[in-house]
């Protein structure tokens, strides 16, 4: 639940400019003109923004009781993952897609939009004081015939290039040369993002997709500062390493939760903690989720001096994602009967075997450091005067693009010692 904020005047501007722009705070440069973005395309990259973090909101939230403990995931690149098999989808199958994306009826340019989105991401971690880098790549079966369609719209608005393997009689080795791509473009945090036997003789394409953040926090915690303390887990307390400072931080408050804004070096990207004020309270935050509820709470959060307690944590989490996304609304594309990727390859012989998702997470007092990579396999049928934010209990967070407004990353921590 996200119930109780109330934003200051004037917020329903904020909110309104932050969905165009991506930028609710202040007369800060036009970001699309700072980030390239080109004019044409800025109302479309504004809809797939909007879009992607639905869909970011729906795909948390069937996640969420599907794996207990901590939880990170990146739902932009399932989602981008996932906009690369649309663009070879077809019928049933791609309305299917759509809607579980959350592309409107009236987004005709958006795989050029998620291009233009993605190339504005890449050049803010060019640009900024951090690493920020989202790369695609195509995987197919020597001598398939791919319809040239298909494979342009992924090369020109994607910028996924086309490599060709042998499924057909050496497919362990074509796993093992697309989970070492994966690893080389995420700085080897995600490994074996392919499970084995993920990648079979009927595999014919594979679409992937990485995404890497590493960045130094714009106020950096002191790890002098740094001691153990409790943190109120399920089954009872323990004792972690929880950073502390004093300093000028986003924050809101709601009746019954608080939101805290930590941004990174180049303030393009922030990480956003919401802490329930009940220990345990984060099954109802987490329910209570909606798209809407959450442009309010980071539309509420204004600069002001806070106590901040925050633990270090560090883990990685994988997911098979064909019951989640199929629950989602999507069950025809892994259905040999009923998907239609005919705009792959002009025939309907093709559905996706799998879809796997894998993600890290570190925080610290200098910074965050986050991976993800997404595999779409598709084969053949066969203080008192301050607020004090002590995060002593499980909370949920993410990290956004702060000028698309894009959510990079999502996840809750519910032990700080654990891996996932």
Known sequence: MLRGIVPPAGAVFALLFFVSCGNGRGTEPDPFVERQIPAHLSADVSGVVESANRFAIDFYREIRNRKDGNLFCSPFSVSTALALADAGAAGETKAEMERVLRFSGNQENVHAAYGALVGSLDRGGALGGYRLNVANRLWGQTGYPFLETFLDVCANDYQAGFETLDFLTNWESARQTINLWVEGKTEERIKDLLPPGSVTQYTRLVLTNAIYFKGKWARQFDPITTTNQAFYRTGGAASVPMMYQKETFGYARGTDLSILEMKYVGEDLSMFVFLPDENGGLADLEAGLTHEALEAGIA???????????????????????????????????????????????????????????????????????????????????????????????????????????????????????DA
């Not at 965050?368 to 203080?383: D, K, L, Q, W, Y």
Request: proline share 6%; hydrophobic share 50%.
């Open 300 to 418: 509420a959060v204004r600069d002001q001096k806070v106590i901040v307690y925050l633990p270090r944590f560090e883990f990685t989490v994988d997911f098979e994602l064909n019951a989640v996304l199929a629950d989602m609304g999507m069950p025809s594309a892994f259905n040999p009967e009923t998907a239609d990727f005919s705009g792959m390859n002009g025939t309907r012989d093709l559905f996706i075997h799998g879809v796997f998702h894998k993600a890290f997470v570190k925080t610290n007092e200098e910074g965050t450091e986050a991976a993800a990579a997404t595999g779409v396999v598709v084969g053949v049928t066969s203080a008192p005067n301050y607020p004090v934010f002590r995060a002593d209990h499980p909370f949920l967070f993410l990290i956004r693009d702060n000028v698309t407004g894009a959510i990079l990353f999502m996840g809750r921590v519910a032990d700080p010692l654990a």
